[in-house]
Structure formats: C-alpha cells, structure tokens
C-alpha cells in the first residue's frame, strides 16, 4: 500500500467545514483513498473512499487531485462529536492487495466550540 | 443498522493465563478481522480470516495467537499464555468481501497484570 502524509493535528470551529488534507504521492493506478476515523478509544469508522472522482456520502466529501497525489476529506459542517483521529489509507479495493488496513499516526482534528 | 459486537467490553487476566475475546461480526460479511491498539499507539492489523482460514496475518500475529469461528456467527481470538505486552485494546472487524470497507467493533480493553 502507498504511503501516505498528514498533518499531525488540526483545529476546527464548531459548524464550519472541516477540510483535512492527505498527501499521496506514490499511489498507484488502481489504489483507491479511504478514510476512517477513531473518536477516542473506540473502533475505527468507515467514512468515504474513492479513486478518482471526487465522492460524497452522508458523513463527507472526498476531493482527488486529478493527479491523484493528493486528497482533501471534507466535513462541511463539524460539530463537536466529530473531534476524532482521521486516517487516510491508500489500498487496493478488491481483489487483490493486503486484507489488513496499515493505519498511521493520522490526524487528530478537534472541533472548537 | 447492522454492527459488530465484541465481549467482553473489558477483561483483565494475569500473566500466563489464557484469554479468548469474543465477537459477532455483520450476518453478511464474510471476511473477519482482529487488530489491536496498545494505548497511545497505532492501531495494528493481526490477522484476517475467510472461508474458515487465516487469509493473512501480520507479524505479531505468532504462535501464541490463534482465531477460530466456531459457529455461524462468532469470531475468536485466543491468546494461550498472555503477556504483560498484550495488555492493550483489542478490535474486531469485519467486511463483504477482500478489499471492501471494513467495520470495526467497540473492542475489548485486555489488561494483563
């Protein structure tokens, strides 16, 4: 799987949008981008994947480069339960590539009041 | 909404004893997973498991560890003789297939004394 870069921690006001940034510059054509994210102690959550179109869900938007180097995770109005670890995962979707996701430090985003 | 569920929420076991954590991944699923997080630290792929069989596992995933699914719809993952370094949460997830989004459990905090 690709590596990926994000930025350690950010911070957010409560009902902007939150916008979190992802770098990867080594991905490969048929690695798509994931997101999950962990609020505190819990198990990770699935939030939005995509190649590279850019894709949009109940929870957020998902912004490619056309380059595919880079990926913007959107959460267009965050509130404070949204305050979590976020981690930007690169994989293949199917079929092939490894079953078990490599999550990295990823960035811990907290929503301001 | 369909979810996995682990048991216990929170065990605590000492040094040498055996532990078996308990989970009841989605009806549909057919791809089975273990992680786990030692606190403050990353989350860590152990092993998968389809068709009745480890489909892959990681290096910490050695001869102390095993997983079994016993019936239709529970997963284990035993640890023969714990040690002090076990002591951290552990996740269960599961997915349609190989490759597809993954959900996680609440996990189960493992303390070994």
């Known amino acids: 799987d690709a590596k990926t870069t994000q930025p350690t921690s950010m911070d957010c006001a409560e009902g902007r949008a939150a916008n979190l940034p992802c770098n990867h510059s080594t991905i490969s054509g048929n690695e798509y981008v994931y997101w999950y994210r962990q609020i505190h102690s819990q198990g990770p959550q699935y939030i939005i994947h995509?190649?590279?179109n850019n894709e949009t869900n109940e929870m957020a938007s998902l912004i490619i480069t056309e380059d595919r180097k880079s990926s913007t995770l959107i959460l267009p109005h965050a509130t404070l339960r949204d305050t979590a670890v976020y981690y930007c995962i690169v994989r293949v979707y199917s079929g092939g590539g490894a079953d078990g996701l490599t999550f990295g430090k990823g960035t811990h985003l907290i929503i301001q009041p | 909404e369909p979810e996995v569920t682990q048991t216990p929420s929170h065990q605590v076991t000492q040094m040498g004893q055996e532990v078996i954590l308990r989970c009841v991944p989605i009806s549909n699923h057919l791809y089975f997973y273990w992680y786990r997080q030692i606190l403050g630290q990353k989350v860590e792929f152990l092993v998968s498991?389809?068709?009745?069989?480890?489909?892959?596992k990681s290096e910490i995933f050695d001869d102390q560890f095993s997983v079994e699914r016993p019936d239709g719809s529970n997963f284990t993952l035993k640890i023969r003789s714990t040690k002090l370094e076990d002591s951290a949460m552990y996740f269960c997830a599961s997915s349609e297939a190989r490759g597809f989004e993954q959900f996680f459990g609440p996990g189960t905090r493992l303390t070994v004394l």
């Open positions: 995509g190649l590279k």
């Open positions: 498991f389809y068709n009745n069989e480890i489909s892959e």
